[in-house]
């Protein structure tokens, strides 16, 4: 469709956000449903973020992504946050309905989504979660719901701690929090049914590293990685090549991108469709396979 006076926007907020993969996903997706919406990336410096806020109040835009830095800081600026984003801390995804703008935060659903539409279902299992920054935190949060079993491992312990105690206040003893180390990591994989890495180790141009060392990886262990760029972690190849299952970043990217679709459109998102637009954008960035 092209654009015309009844044009609506979206946008992707953050810095930097120039190799942003949204903007060719939303764009595509936009495309194959005959949506009369744009999606553009606006590079927004943490001292812009408060008046970017009230740009796109003014301006009526539809909806908007919202990333690095500005994650927690733009929740002092919306009308309402959901409930799971003020539970996470954190917002990904705004919507304007009626002047108003609310906050969701849509990567531990993305995430979870993820897993489940490769033939990885959480429901009763014990989930090794890998990290206890941002994104582990949205995953956690909503892994929690699911699963029998959560540990959370950080290089950091006292942050896998914190966030297992909040976790635990929801929903009991069944969230734990501990050190990320080889000792630790080969207990608890032991006995786990899922591993999901969402700490940076492994992320380009750190290419080589794994969290994992790949003795501990096997054919019953499903691995997801979130990162993306690789493609193909190192933690990825290793679990390949025992016969695990594997999840990839991108799975997560493609699902938190289409349930903020649903947020703005009300509509079913084209999954392939922005899976396809997001592997061609990362082939135009040469990101490796
Ligand atoms: N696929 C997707 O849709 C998606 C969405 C969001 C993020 N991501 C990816 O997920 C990763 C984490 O993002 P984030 O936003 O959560 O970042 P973050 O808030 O900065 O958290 C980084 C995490 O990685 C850990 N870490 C960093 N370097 C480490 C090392 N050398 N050894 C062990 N642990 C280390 C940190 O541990 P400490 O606490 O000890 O520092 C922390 O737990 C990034 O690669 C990002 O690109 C993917």
Not at 19 to 24: E, G
Not at 183 to 189: P, Q, S, Y
Not at 253 to 266: D, K, P, S
Request: charged share 20%; hydrophobic share 45%.
């Amino acid at each position: 469709m092209g654009i015309s006076g009844k044009t609506r926007v979206c946008a992707i907020i953050g810095d930097p956000v120039e190799h942003s993969l949204s903007p060719v996903m939303h764009n595509a997706a936009f495309k194959e449903l005959g949506l009369n919406l744009v999606y553009v990336a606006f590079t927004v410096t943490t001292k812009e973020l408060k008046d970017a806020i009230l740009g796109a109040r003014r301006l009526g835009l539809r909806g908007l992504n919202v990333t690095m830095p500005h994650k927690n800081a733009v929740m002092n600026y919306l009308d309402e946050v959901d409930a799971t984003a003020k539970a996470i801390g954190a917002v990904n995804t705004i919507l304007s309905n009626q002047g108003k703008l609310i906050g969701y935060n849509t990567d531990g659903n993305g995430a979870m989504i993820a897993l489940q539409e490769n033939g990885v279902y959480p429901e009763e299992k014990k989930l090794v979660l890998l990290g206890a920054g941002g994104a582990a935190k949205a995953i956690a949060y909503h892994a929690a719901q699911d699963v029998a079993e959560l540990v959370i491992l950080n290089r950091t312990p006292e942050k896998a701690k914190k966030l297992a105690d909040v976790l635990r206040k929801s929903f009991g003893n069944k969230v734990k929090g501990g050190t990320l180390s080889s000792t630790v990591l080969k207990d608890e994989l032991e006995t786990a049914d899922i591993l999901v890495n969402a700490t940076s180790v492994g992320m380009h141009p750190d290419v080589n590293s794994s969290p994992v060392p790949s003795s501990l990886l096997r054919i019953d262990l499903c691995v997801m990685d979130i990162i993306y760029n690789p493609l193909e972690t190192r933690l990825i190849a290793d679990a390949k090549s025992v016969g695990s299952k594997v999840v990839s970043g991108l799975e997560m990217l493609i699902y938190q991108g289409a349930v903020a679709f649903e947020i703005w459109t009300n509509c079913p998102a084209p999954v392939e469709v922005m899976r396809n637009a997001a592997l061609n954008e990362l082939e135009k960035q040469g990101v490796r396979h």
